[in-house]
């Protein structure tokens, strides 16, 4: 099993700056990505930007220029730092774990709530 559990959530006022992390525990293997999704009220979860062991990153386009993701490999633990942030980016941050062997197995911890509101 695998565990994902997020901080670093809060009130921060627009263009203001917050860095999440979330530490992975459990059965993890190298080859696992990890990744950042937001939900807003309302609205579908969303895919912000995904890791590998390698280092290697992808983000979705929407997403490029403000937010940063990064990984502890030795500490099984990924970081998101945004930047220059807006009311819109106001969300339910969500830390996901996704493994493939021969299926696809998605993990994701509880969320971690930003506002961004003067």
């Known amino acids: 099993q695998v565990q994902l559990v997020e901080s670093g959530g809060g009130l921060v006022q627009p263009g203001g700056s917050l860095k999440l992390s979330c530490t992975a525990s459990?059965?993890?293997?190298?080859?696992?990505?990890m990744g950042w999704y937001r939900q807003a009220p309302g609205q579908q979860r969303e895919l912000i930007a995904t890791i590998e062991s390698s280092g290697y990153r992808e983000y979705a386009d929407s997403m490029k220029g403000r937010f940063t993701i990064s990984k502890d490999n030795a500490n099984n633990t990924v970081y998101l730092q945004m930047n220059s942030l807006r009311p819109e980016d106001t969300a339910v941050y969500y830390c996901n774990l996704r493994r493939l062997v021969f299926l696809t197995y998605d993990y994701w911890g509880q969320g971690t709530r930003v506002t961004v509101s003067s």
């Open positions: 459990g059965n993890i293997f190298r080859s696992d990505t």
